[in-house]
């Protein structure tokens, strides 16, 4: 059974048990792109803005007590999880946002008027644009709800955070006795303590887990109550202060208005700040994931300075190979957040006068790198770095074999005749400190 609907172009049929309407069929119709749908949270977020706007707008004397009770109930119950079959617009869209906007409003409302004893369509009893987005507009409702769902994932990737931070520090504490070499530009430089090495990709994660909290007080203040373009158009004084406060029931952290709601609507600015912050996470974690594979090759002919867990077999054709899947996976993460980065780039870049059309681009990609960021530093917490054992035999002969331990007597003997101990012991294929205890001639040489 069908129902028909209509907008400004025409009218359509729509199943008569679906809860969406032509506004959201439309969308579905036309951006059939990636097969990705909306996201489910930001789909959340969008309904608890609905909700915190009804009871707004009831306390305004602008919605009846009944219609704002059913907009809540349904509100609530998508936030709960509810419906998700019924959001059907793809992540990649037109509008600056709007067919998601349409999609909650038409969800609420039909659900709405099922609880009211109407039927589905039947808006001139509960209108999805009049009663469900009254005092509001995409353009302050999509970037605000795109806010709340990137404050919920940076959560949930500063725990992430945190659990990597934690592994490294534990396997400094665990390895503070054993020495190694330290190298620059792959070449042997001077001793170090391995404690320090794994120390180092803990503080490199600590100032990106600092950035990411600094960009979430930022993401606090929004542009909803701006309604068009930022000037409050047809959203009183009085409802936008309800509307915060009933807003603050509902979130966890305190939100507020931007003090220039026409600057806080067409700039995306903190959003390309956000990118650029996870840009930076994504190349700690790739910088340490490189390391892993270097420190870890062999496992005899290469450094074998540290062994990984073994996670898999890595070869169908060499029987027993073992590769770094692990931090191999992590850096291909790492790759697509930069990849990421620079589409968000050119879209916070293009936003023409009084709005940025291409939010829905910069929302999708962020939440991605967000999500894929928090998988990557758990799995390689907890498939990697938690398992990281360290050969000291190794470690132990190259720092007494390796030329680089001539450097702290450069300053008691000169660089130029620390230099000639180096070459004379490449030459002789010994260690600087075989080469010094030597016939009494040949230390007296460099004296």
Known sequence: MMRIESDAIGSLPIYEEAYYGIHSYRAKENFAFSQQKVDWLLIQQVARIKAAAAIANQRSGTLSK???AVIVTAAEEIMMGKWQDEFIVDTFQGGAGTSTNMNVNEVIANRGLELLGHKKGD???LHPLDDVNQSQSTNDVYPSAGRLTLLTYMEQLTDAVNLLIDAWQKKATAYQHVEKMGRTQLQEAVPMMVSDSFSAYASSLIRCRERLQH???????LNLGGTAIGTSLNASFRYQEYLYEELNR???????????????TQHAD??????????????????????????????????????????????????????PVIPEVVSQIAFQV????????????SGELELNAFEPVIFHNLFESCQLLTNACCIFAEKCVTGITVNETVCRQAVACSTG????????????????????????????????????????TYQ
Not at 413 to 435: D, M, P, Q, R, T
């Open 66 to 68: 009944e219609k704002a």
């Open 123 to 125: 808006y001139h009893y």
């Open 215 to 221: 960009l979430s007080t930022e993401l606090l203040t």
């Open 250 to 264: 509902r979130f966890s952290r305190p939100l507020r208005p931007a003090n220039d709601l026409i600057d806080a």
């Open 270 to 323: 903190t959003f390309a700040a956000l990118s650029g912050v996870l840009k930076t996470l994504a190349i700690a974690l790739t910088k340490s994931a490189h390391d892993m594979r270097l420190l870890s090759s062999g496992p005899r002919t290469g450094f074998h300075e540290l062994n990984l867990p073994a996670r898999q077999a890595g070869s169908s054709i060499m029987p027993g190979k073992v590769n």
């Open 338 to 349: 930069v990849g990421n980065d620079g589409a968000i780039t050119f879209a916070a870049a």
């Open 405 to 444: 331990t001539v450097t702290a007597l450069a300053p008691e003997i000169g660089y130029e005749k620390a230099s000639a101990l180096v070459k004379a012991a490449l030459a002789a294929n010994c260690s600087v400190e075989e080469l010094l205890v030597q016939d009494n001639q040949l230390s007296a």
